[in-house]
């Protein structure tokens, strides 16, 4: 068995957009990747099962968010770009056709309606004010925008130290249900939830912490049950930021990137669903900025984004653990690993 894997970039060098490979299951080896779209700056993407990929997109000083229909040649549907940096993330609820950005320059979350051909069009944009201590989280810095178990909108403000949850209309309108405030400095970037939709974990770019949360599903609202460093604590947090996380599909293991550290932290899921940290893995790169698990989640795939190099790795079902199979694949300025949703 194979499956495509598509890489975002940063084009600020030799990069020319989205890169796709493929993971052959048998061999365990990934293919050189080969360009696959030539977009600017395309340093997030997502795909759904019809072959729609939408991919963040930059044109000179206009900033936003592209849409490709086509699993084999991709053709661009449309482009909506308005003033000003990027989206550095995006969220799909497939049951209204939303698709979701954080803005982290603009600090402010955009909805979008897509039709069946890939088609978006703008229906409603927030934008969140605030603040945190530390000069990197001076206003609101949205990073993280996408759904909860109970198809609410959970969105991480890394500046203001808070984590937002709203209700979601059919038409793309937001009403904020509840906020939960980390402590000062954590830097919220990135959230996943347990696969029993009760419990999240939350990761603090600048602080190097990982929390774990309960989940409220009446109410929207997150409570804070535990806190963990995400690198040894002989290691400078200044000198590492946490990026990507994520859980497997059994709910027993989560996985963290640090950029700095250079590694994977690997947490087993307590009883209690909280976190026992379990060992890191080097990600045989620097800067591992995004990673992911296969739909076999046997694989886990990382892209290190100042070497230029993704790593391919063996995962362990039983204890969590990586083992590396593949190293030096080349990704040029390599910032975000997604597997397609179609073949």
Same mark, same amino acid.
């Given at each position: 068995?194979?499956?495509?894997?598509?890489?975002g970039?940063?084009?600020?060098?030799a990069?020319?957009?989205?890169?796709?490979?493929?993971?052959?299951?048998d061999?365990?080896r990934?293919?050189?990747?080969? &360009? $696959?779209?030539?977009l600017?700056?395309p340093?997030?993407?997502?795909?759904?099962?019809?072959?729609?990929?939408?991919? /963040?997109?930059?044109?000179?000083?206009?900033?936003?968010? %592209?849409?490709?229909?086509?699993?084999?040649?991709?053709?661009? /549907?449309?482009?909506?770009?308005?003033?000003?940096?990027?989206?550095?993330?995006?969220?799909?609820?497939t049951?209204?056709?939303?698709?979701? !950005?954080?803005n982290?320059?603009?600090?402010?979350? =955009?909805?979008?309606?897509?039709?069946?051909?890939g088609?978006?069009?703008?229906?409603n944009?927030?934008?969140?004010?605030?603040?945190?201590?530390?000069?990197?989280?001076?206003?609101?810095? /949205?990073? $993280?925008?996408?759904?909860?178990?109970?198809?609410?909108?959970?969105?991480?403000?890394l500046g203001?130290?808070?984590?937002? =949850?709203?209700?979601?209309?059919?038409?793309?309108? &937001?009403?904020?249900?509840?906020?939960?405030? !980390?402590?000062?400095?954590?830097?919220?970037?990135?959230?996943?939830?347990?696969?029993?939709?009760?419990?999240?974990?939350?990761?603090?770019?600048?602080?190097?912490?990982?929390?774990?949360?309960?989940?409220?599903?009446? +109410?929207?609202?997150?409570?804070?049950?535990?806190?963990?460093l995400?690198i040894?604590?002989?290691?400078?947090?200044?000198?590492?930021g946490?990026?990507?996380?994520?859980?497997?599909?059994?709910?027993? #293991?989560?996985?963290?990137?640090?950029?700095?550290?250079?590694?994977? %932290?690997? #947490?087993k899921v307590?009883?209690?669903?909280?976190?026992?940290?379990?060992?890191?893995?080097? +990600?045989?790169?620097?800067?591992?900025?995004d990673?992911?698990?296969d739909? +076999?989640?046997?694989?886990?795939?990382?892209?290190?984004?100042? +070497?230029?190099? %993704?790593?391919? #790795?063996?995962?362990?079902?039983?204890?969590?653990?990586?083992?590396?199979?593949?190293?030096?694949?080349?990704?040029?300025e390599?910032?975000?690993?997604? #597997?397609?949703?179609f073949?």
């Open positions: 068995m194979t499956q495509k894997i598509l890489f970039t940063y084009t600020k060098k990069s020319k957009g989205i890169y796709e490979a493929i993971l052959d299951e061999e365990k990934i293919s050189t990747p080969e &360009l $696959f779209i030539q600017d700056n340093t997030y993407l997502q795909s759904n099962s019809a072959g729609i990929i939408f991919a /963040v997109a930059k044109d000179n000083d206009l900033g936003g968010i %592209a849409s490709f229909s086509g699993k084999k040649i991709p053709k661009l /549907v449309n482009t909506q770009t308005a003033a000003g940096a990027p989206p550095c993330y995006i969220g799909l609820d049951n209204r056709n939303l698709v979701f !950005t954080a982290y320059h603009k600090g402010t979350i =955009t909805v979008y309606k897509v039709d069946t051909t088609k978006l069009t703008i229906v944009e927030v934008k969140l004010t605030g603040h945190g201590p530390l000069p990197e989280q001076d206003t609101a810095k /949205v990073h $993280f925008t996408d759904l909860t178990p109970d198809k609410r909108l959970v969105v991480c403000d203001s130290d808070k984590v937002y =949850t709203y209700d979601i209309s059919n038409d793309g309108q &937001l009403t904020l249900v509840a906020g939960f405030e !980390t402590a000062p400095g954590f830097a919220p970037r990135h959230l996943i939830f347990h696969p029993n939709g009760k419990f999240a974990y939350l990761v603090g770019e600048l602080s190097s912490h990982i929390s774990t949360l309960s989940y409220n599903s009446e +109410t929207g609202k997150f409570e804070l049950l535990q806190t963990l995400t040894p604590d002989t290691f400078n947090p200044a000198d590492n946490v990026a990507a996380i994520r859980i497997s599909a059994d709910g027993k #293991f989560v996985y963290v990137s640090n950029r700095g550290h250079n590694t994977i %932290a690997v #947490f307590t009883s209690a669903f909280t976190l026992s940290h379990s060992g890191y893995t080097s +990600t045989e790169g620097e800067f591992p900025r990673f992911a698990l739909a +076999t989640e046997n694989f886990v795939v990382v892209t290190n984004q100042n +070497t230029d190099n %993704a790593t391919l #790795f063996e995962r362990s079902s039983t204890d969590g653990a990586l083992t590396l199979l593949q190293k030096e694949i080349p990704v040029p390599g910032v975000c690993v997604s #597997f397609a949703h073949n």
